[in-house]
């Protein structure tokens, strides 16, 4: 079995405050840098940073080789206690990044160790460009990095080092990324507190995340089939603090604020992005670019990872990849719930289309064939799903094939009701709901992170089988908008703040290297007459 060693660091120019990770996947037996991985991550903190370097690093060996074994090295206390199981995760913000790690490999194929920091230089040096990177309003290139060779030149000789173990001396105070981590041991849910940084306050080994982790944007590519603008159509509306239920009823908005009626963030196909990361749009399924996204296609995560050899400049330096695996997610035509804006997961009545939802799912199938771009069609299990599947798959003439990791989320005693009866029954229930990913609906049900787990999964198990291919995935609000928000590395409270209407139509390429690209969403356009 092959063995990797993975080092990562993060760091924040502020905590909160402009951040950036690093990663490096290296041959255990010969120490040899096989790829590396490194990401400006906009505001963040710390410890999203240093999560976030794992997550590249993780999903960089994957890529490599996903039956291999694989040893961290951080110099993150706090990272490799919590992976290894020894300290609880106490932030809310945390535990999504801790389960999304746990799911790029096997855990018996993982094990973790703390290194102190002049041992991580690799890693540091990469996070450090990419926060310098950011501060001059771009994002790290592969084609422009030093920090393997400067972190060889310093290291001791290869064969002296398997494992990249690097020399003791320290780098200098300002190529540190984020505050030095101390190693002695703490009680089993206290971390503890770190010496202070040359040129950085001391701050505790804490799960800070003031600010969040959001990722800078990345350069819009060209949708899947050219398809022109997504049109916004009303529909979810604004829970309390900006947030909008799954498959869900109405919910009311904050006082003094008014309802959300239009869809927010459609996707226009093809259209460079403004500022100082726009760039032409590139051909759909042959694009060989790729923007530099932390969804990548493993959860959370990662950059851009590429091979250590020197390359031409651009956007990847890694070679030919061939066509990505791009997953089409159609949400399926409306039902009886679905203008009421009831509940309607996959533990409920199981309700079929309406003649509404019958007349869309012939409108979208239209569509596809048009594009002619569609090769196979997967469906979730339930009964509105496998529905409009079989009409669009009747036009294509291609078969279905169903994939239970598709379903819907389970809402438990919430199905059927509308956001106002679950607010008027379980206010409790539903306002932890709201504020916690790992938060349950009354009577059970499954948390957004248990659903973000299972669909991260689905999708390893998609973009394998369908690699190089276009394939139709016909599933539900909540599956789509947790692929999109995998793929763009977003937070799980971005759930909340997406309109996805039904009959829609959205895109994720996946490419050989672990990188994703989000190429449409919510487009609704062949629903107009």
Known sequence: ????????????????????????????????????????????????????????????????????????????????????????????????????????FPPDQVTYEWIPRERNKQADRLANEAMDA?????????????????????????????????????????????????????????????????????????ESVAGGGAAGAAPESAVFAGSGAAEGVPGSAVAAGGRTAGEAPE??????????????????GGSPTAGPQAVPAAAADAAEQRPVTDGGRRPVSGGQAHPSAPSAPGWSAAPDLGAPATLVLLRHGETPLTPQKRFSGSGGTDPALSAAGREQAHRVADALARRGTIQAIVASP??????????????LNLDVTIEDGLRETDFGAWEGLTFGEVRERHPDDLNAWLADPEAHPTGGGESFAETSVRLAATRDKL???????????????????????????????????????????SAVAYYADGNASVRLFNDTSHLRP
Do not use: C
Request: net charge neutral; no cysteine; proline share 8%.
């Open 463 to 505: 973009v394998a089988a369908y690699r190089g291919r276009t394939v139709l995935l016909v599933t539900h609000v909540t599956p789509i908008k947790t692929l999109i928000r995998l793929a763009l590395g977003a937070p799980p409270e971005s759930l909340f703040r997406m309109e996805l209407s039904a009959a829609s139509l």
């Open 382 to 395: 339930l009964a509105r799903t496998r529905e409009t599947a079989g009409i669009v798959a009747a036009r």
């Open 1 to 104: 079995m092959r063995e990797f060693i993975v080092e990562a660091d993060g760091g924040s120019r502020g905590n909160p405050g402009p951040a950036g990770y690093g990663a490096v996947v290296r041959d255990a037996a010969t120490g040899e840098t096989l790829t590396e991985a490194a990401e400006y991550l906009g505001t963040a903190t710390n410890n999203v940073a240093e999560y976030r370097g794992l997550l590249a690093g993780l999903r960089a060996a994957y890529a490599l080789d996903p039956g291999a074994r694989v040893h961290v090295r951080m110099d993150s206390k706090l990272v490799v206690e919590q992976m290894s199981g020894r300290w609880k995760i106490k932030h809310p913000d945390m535990k999504p990044l801790a389960m999304e790690a746990r799911s790029v």
């Open 251 to 268: 919910t009311p908005v904050a006082a003094g604020s008014r309802t959300a009626e239009a869809a927010a963030g459609s996707a226009t």
């Open 134 to 206: 950011g501060a001059k309003g771009g994002q790290w290139s592969p084609s422009l990095s030093r920090a393997d060779l400067a972190t060889t030149s310093e290291a001791a000789p290869a064969a002296a080092r398997a494992g990249a173990d690097h020399t003791a001396e320290t780098a200098p105070a300002d190529a540190r990324a984020g505050a030095d981590r101390t190693a002695e041991t703490a009680p089993a849910d206290e971390p503890p507190p770190s010496a202070p940084t040359a040129g950085r306050p001391a701050e505790p080994v804490s």
